[in-house]
């Protein structure tokens, strides 16, 4: 199964269904199922901005699972969008990057998350052992 470790909180921000697309600097052709890992490191300077949200943070875990079902090259036309219909988005300029478009998110109970070291870009996790 492929996987995405994605820091916090961003990785609980798509968990619970408040942030639909994951930017990239580099474009993937697979669509499908994947996990979504929460790295052990944070956004500290981003923790604030989401206080409201009453997110249960999670580190070196995976959390729940999604369907990639694009990648799109931001555009400057995207950019205004993303601009108009999120408020999760927090850089001036995505144009350029590679917006993932995330979708049938499920969240995984706490006594369902999976314990595992992440990786770099989109990875796969064999749960046979």
């Known amino acids: 199964m492929k996987v995405l470790t994605v820091k916090e909180p961003w990785a609980s921000l798509i968990i619970n269904g408040y942030k639909k697309y994951e930017f990239r600097s580099w474009k ?3 669509r499908g199922k994947a ?8 956004e500290k300077n981003n923790l604030a ?10 580190f070196g875990y995976i959390i729940g699972e ?13 950019q205004k969008e993303l601009e ?27 006594e369902d998350r999976i314990s595992v070291n ?3 870009g989109l990875w796969n996790y064999n749960d046979r052992g």
């Open 84 to 110: 108009s219909s999120s408020k999760l988005v927090y850089r001036k300029n995505y144009v350029g990057l590679y917006a993932w478009k995330l979708d049938n998110i499920v969240k995984y109970k706490k």
């Open 49 to 58: 901005l989401f206080n409201d949200y009453n997110l249960d943070y999670s």
């Open 66 to 78: 999604v369907e990639l079902e694009d990648c799109i090259l931001v555009d400057d036309k995207m």
């Open 118 to 120: 992440g990786k770099l």
């Open 28 to 30: 993937t052709s697979y």
């Open 35 to 42: 996990l979504i890992h929460a790295g052990k490191s944070i």
